[in-house]
T-cell receptor, first 114, second 111 residues
Framework: ETGVTQTPRHLVMGMTNKKSLKCEQHLGHNAMYWYKQSAKKPLELMFVYNFKEQTENNSVPSRFSPECPNSSHLFLHLHTLQPEDSALYLC?????????????FGQGTRLTVV | GQNIDQPTEMTATEGAIVQINCTYQTSGFNGLFWYQQHAGEAPTFLSYNVLDGLEEKGRFSSFLSRSKGYSYLLLKELQMKDSASYLCAVRDRGSNYQLIWGAGTKLIIKP
């Protein structure tokens, strides 16, 4: 496989459930990101990991919990979500400190909270 | 503060040319990116501008004016497959060099 792979592609969960989103990159990048994409809104950066260390946490509620076991894998653990958390969750990777290089995105997980 | 503005939706005809504008206000400009995103798919990189001027890449070109806080993406010889959302993003020194994103422009191509 190449690029950035996210699983699952679609997820429906109740507000009391616990689930996890998975992201894997095969590009040798050292930075990984979680974004939230809601309809007609800008991409919202949630978390950034550089060399497995979390460097950004943009005031994300604690019901979202990231985990980065190594530079190729990133998880987003979800618990007691709210209906307004329904959105497309995108994972991305890039080579940090190379500011002219682009980020590569996965196809996202379409999350619906019921 | 930081702000990226682009039109919500545009319509164009197959074979024609369309220009998608993006204006930005950031505390420390450090490069501008354009991405294409088809419905239900990942955003994919189109272009990068850090100096003023036009960057051409096949049917797509991107222009930047740093003094005006302005960029545009020019799509020529439009094809039906160009129907997608086009996202403008600026790398901002004031945000620890993270990307600040516009809401995207949905481009609809008609036969």
């Amino acid at each position: 496989e190449t690029g950035v792979t996210q699983t699952p592609r679609h997820l429906v969960m109740g507000m009391t459930n616990k689930k996890s989103l998975k992201c894997e990159q095969h590009l040798g990048h050292n930075a990984m990101y979680w974004y939230k994409q809601s309809a007609k809104k800008p991409l919202e950066l949630m978390f950034v990991y550089n060399f497995k260390e979390q460097t950004e946490n943009n005031s994300v509620p604690s019901r979202f919990s990231p985990e980065c076991p190594n530079s190729s894998h990133l998880f987003l653990h979800l618990h007691t979500l709210q209906p307004e958390d329904s959105a497309l969750y995108l994972c991305a990777s890039s080579q940090e400190r190379q500011l002219n290089t682009e980020a590569f995105f996965g196809q996202g997980t379409r999350l619906t909270v019921v | 503060g930081q702000n990226i503005d682009q039109p919500t939706e545009m319509t164009a005809t197959e074979g024609a040319i369309v220009q998608i504008n993006c204006t930005y206000q950031t505390s420390g400009f450090n490069g501008l990116f354009w991405y294409q995103q088809h419905a239900g798919e990942a955003p994919t990189f189109l272009s990068y501008n850090v100096l003023d001027g036009l960057e051409e890449k096949g049917r797509f070109s991107s222009f930047l004016s740093r003094s005006k806080g302005y960029s545009y993406l020019l799509l020529k010889e439009l094809q039906m497959k160009d129907s997608a959302s086009y996202l403008c993003a600026v790398r901002d020194r004031g945000s620890n060099y993270q990307l600040i994103w516009g809401a995207g422009t949905k481009l609809i191509i008609k036969p």
